[in-house]
C-alpha cells in the first residue's frame, strides 16, 4: 500500500531564519579541493541535511559584487578570524584548521535562497534551496 507523507520543510523563526548545528566538516568527495560542511536543520518532519561546498582557499580577494568566496566568508561569519587579520594576511592556518574542527555541534542560524540550476529546463531544481552562507551567524 501506498503511503503518502507531509513534505520536511525547515523551520523559520519570524525574521526568516532556520536553526541547525554543524554535523561535520570533511573532505568533499564531489569536488575537488572543496570541504564538505554538512549542516543538520530542523524540519517538520525531523531533521534536514544540508550540505555547503567552499573552496579550502581563503582569500581576500572580493568578485565585482564585493562578495569574497565561499570558504572566506564562512569563516567570517562563524568569527573564526576578522577582517582586519585577512587583510593584514594574519591567519594561522593551523589555528584556523583546528577551530574549524572545533565548531562540530555548533548551534548556527542561517537563511536559505533559491538554488539556481545551469540547465534552464531542469524542473527538479525549482524548489531547492541552499544556504545563504552570507547570513550564516552562530546561535548564542
Known amino acids: 500500500m501506498l503511503r503518502l507523507r507531509?513534505?520536511?520543510v525547515l523551520i523559520r523563526d519570524d525574521k526568516g531564519y532556520a536553526s541547525g548545528c554543524?554535523?561535520?566538516?570533511?573532505p568533499s568527495e564531489r569536488f575537488k579541493n572543496t570541504l564538505d560542511v554538512i549542516i543538520k536543520a530542523d524540519g517538520t518532519q525531523g531533521k534536514i541535511t544540508m550540505h555547503v561546498?567552499?573552496?579550502?582557499?581563503i582569500s581576500n580577494r572580493m568578485d565585482d559584487q564585493g562578495n569574497r568566496n565561499?570558504?572566506?566568508?564562512?569563516?567570517?561569519?562563524?568569527?573564526?578570524?576578522?577582517?582586519?587579520d585577512l587583510i593584514?594576511?594574519?591567519?594561522?592556518?593551523?589555528?584556523l584548521n583546528d577551530s574549524l574542527q572545533g565548531m562540530l555541534g555548533s548551534e548556527i542560524?542561517?537563511?536559505?535562497i533559491?538554488?539556481?540550476?545551469?540547465?534552464?529546463?531542469?524542473?527538479?531544481?525549482t524548489n531547492l534551496e541552499t544556504i545563504d552562507v552570507s547570513s550564516i551567524r552562530l546561535n548564542n
Open 70 to 84: 565561499l570558504m572566506t566568508t564562512l569563516c567570517l561569519k562563524l568569527g573564526l578570524f576578522n577582517e582586519d
Open 22 to 26: 554543524i554535523a561535520d566538516i570533511t
Open 114 to 125: 533559491k538554488a539556481r540550476s545551469k540547465d534552464k529546463d531542469n524542473k527538479k531544481a
Open 53 to 57: 561546498f567552499p573552496s579550502i582557499v
Open 88 to 95: 593584514a594576511d594574519k591567519i594561522d592556518f593551523d589555528s
Open 6 to 8: 507531509r513534505e520536511n
Open 109 to 112: 542560524k542561517f537563511k536559505t
